[in-house]
């Protein structure tokens, strides 16, 4: 269950937005009645991604609580957009400056790892994101959409085996990080609520998303979108949207996703100056207690990821 909570968001997002001049998105901020034709596009340039992500699970019955556990994750990302090609494709590159992971359960830690922190005698740790430090992931994108990811294969190649279970677990959960999906995912959700047409402050637009959920399958992603806000001193826009999912699990279980994306575009930079998405998950899941009577246990999940962009 925590592997479908945290598989699909938990490392969400980088992206970008609309190509022009300045003086002629200024213009169009100053004038919120018009319309803007919003697009998922990177600029030529090099920039700074800060990725944060949280995920709590909490398991209860009849009010008292049976499981707890929290992932927090930071990635510092260096990206280089390179210039467009002549096949609409643009390339960019992607290495990490910095990784922070701490996982706890109950309130107690069961790891903690910082790329910027390693205490003496983590050779192995050290290693690792030494390797992940001066790996390169090259992601396409065409149209706002990711159409390769590569890079993932060549650092996977870097991981040692590990000899004590920590070690093992380390690497494994460093494995399931870098593969070319979960890369690809950190800039999908960015182009999931852009309008095919322009829009105004206030309109409002429902998009389709194809939508793949470990062990349910592929899904339809139906956001209900809006423009909240154009920024006047700056060539701003503000893009909000909101979705819910009703989806039968495995075993009986059954849940209901809430999902809420607030987006911020810088206009000028053609790049998403920050970018929350909130996933909200409720459980019900079928299980035993310690007599072995059938009880529902209620469970809620919460993943949390924010993005921040800033031109280096």
């Known amino acids: 269950m925590k592997r479908f909570l945290t598989l699909k968001w938990a490392t969400i997002a980088v992206c970008a937005w609309a190509l022009g001049t300045a003086a002629v998105f200024s213009s169009v901020a100053r004038a919120a009645e018009e319309k803007i034709d919003v697009k998922n596009a990177w600029n030529e340039g090099r920039y700074e991604a800060l990725q944060e992500t949280s995920v709590s699970y909490v398991e209860s019955y009849n009010r008292s609580v049976l499981a ?3 992932t927090r994750a930071t990635f510092d990302w260096f990206v280089e957009a390179t210039p467009l090609r002549a096949d609409g494709v643009r390339v960019l590159k992607l290495k990490a400056a910095r990784v922070m992971i701490r996982l706890q359960s109950d309130g107690a830690d069961l790891a903690y790892y910082d790329s910027d922190n390693l205490l003496r005698g983590d050779a192995l740790m050290k290693n690792v994101f030494d390797n992940l430090k001066k790996s390169e992931f090259l992601v396409e994108l065409k149209g706002g959409k990711v159409v390769k990811v590569v890079g993932c294969e060549a650092f ?3 991981l040692p085996t590990g000899e004590s279970d920590d070690e093992k677990n380390f690497v494994a959960h460093i494995a399931t990080i870098a593969t070319p999906e979960n890369i690809a995912q950190i800039f999908e959700p960015l182009s999931y609520p852009l309008p095919s047409e322009p829009v105004g402050v206030g309109d409002k ?4 998303t194809p939508f793949a959920l470990p062990v349910v399958g592929e899904k339809k992603l139906v956001l209900d979108c809006s423009l909240k806000t154009l920024g006047r001193r700056e060539p701003k826009a503000n ?5 819910i999912l ?13 999902i809420e994306i607030d987006g911020k575009y810088n206009l000028t930079s053609g790049v998403a100056s920050e970018f929350i998405s909130r996933a909200t998950a409720n459980f019900e ?11 529902v246990v209620e469970a809620i999940g919460l993943i949390r990821n924010k993005l921040t962009v800033a031109k280096r």
Not at 239 to 243: L, P
Not at 246 to 258: E, F, Q, R
């Open 156 to 158: 996977a190649k870097t």
């Open 246 to 258: 009703d989806v039968d699990l495995t075993g009986g279980a059954s849940a209901t996703i809430k």
């Open 285 to 295: 899941l079928p299980k035993k207690n310690a007599a072995g009577e059938e009880i």
């Open 68 to 70: 707890r556990t929290q």
């Open 239 to 243: 893009v909000v949207a909101e979705s």
């Open 205 to 208: 637009w429902t998009t389709e």
